[in-house]
T-cell receptor, first 113, second 114 residues
Framework: KQEVTQIPAALSVPEGENLVLNCSFT??????LQWFRQDPGKGLTSLLL?????REQTSGRLNASLDKSSGRSTLYIAASQPGDSATYLC????????????FGKGITLSVRP | EAGVAQSPRYKIIEKRQSVAFWCNPI?????LYWYQQILGQGPKLLIQ????????DSQLPKDRFSAERLKGVDSTLKIQPAKLEDSAVYLC????????????FGEGSWLTVV
């Protein structure tokens, strides 16, 4: 059974800091890995998707990396801003055509002005 | 482009009562998902539809939860009778195909069972 872990559960940093959010998963047989953002009272927004054959993806100030063999992914946020405050969730989907996502519990990020 | 629509946004019911949630996916999306997110947890897949057929309902508590997707478009998730532990956000999502490469979530339906 796939398990996804995100530690720590919460993180508070000053504005402008570069930061790394970690995600680990137990079964390396994945189809893809996604990072989502969730604002309070809202649904999830996909930030970055990494296919199993890829090593990283970039979008603006965000960079996500994937190391399948070690079961790890990181989300790097450059020059953090108060608007980045949200919960960040990592999710993996299994090999094959089934897109069922297994989520971690998320990391709640607070960026202090 | 309109997003995934869900209603109602908020619902408070007493235990043993019933409740239904509605979802309208993005136009043209064949795959529809219902996820349950308990406070402090990541979302858990309840059921996945491909058009109007069920792909995965292995984590759906079938003694009290039911879902349907008529005509392969809108979907309804029903809980009857509700338990206290059903208090959660019910998230509907859709994607163009089963690969789930681009998945869009609605804002969720918040259920409180008292």
């Amino acid at each position: 059974k796939q398990e996804v872990t995100q530690i720590p559960a919460a993180l508070s940093v000053p504005e402008g800091e570069n930061l790394v959010l970690n995600c680990s998963f137990t079964d390396s047989a994945i189809y893809n890995l996604q990072w989502f953002r969730q604002d309070p009272g809202k649904g999830l927004t996909s930030l970055l998707l990494i296919q199993s054959s890829q090593r990283e993806q970039t979008s603006g100030r965000l960079n996500a990396s994937l190391d399948k063999s070690s079961g790890r992914s990181t989300l790097y946020i450059a020059a953090s801003q108060p608007g980045d405050s949200a919960t960040y969730l990592c999710a993996v989907s299994p090999s094959g055509a089934n897109s069922k996502l297994t989520f971690g519990k998320g990391i709640t990020l607070s960026v202090r002005p | 482009e309109a997003g995934v629509a869900q209603s109602p946004r908020y619902k408070i019911i007493e235990k043993r009562q019933s409740v239904a949630f509605w979802c309208n996916p993005i136009s043209g999306h064949a795959t529809l998902y219902w996820y349950q997110q308990i406070l402090g947890q990541g979302p858990k897949l309840l059921i996945q539809f491909q058009n109007n057929g069920v792909v995965d309902d292995s984590q759906l508590p079938k003694d009290r939860f039911s879902a349907e997707r008529l005509k392969g478009v809108d979907s309804t998730l029903k809980i009857q009778p509700a338990k206290l532990e059903d208090s959660a956000v019910y998230l509907c999502a859709s994607s163009f195909d089963r690969s789930g490469n681009t998945i869009y979530f609605g804002e969720g339906s918040w259920l409180t069972v008292v």
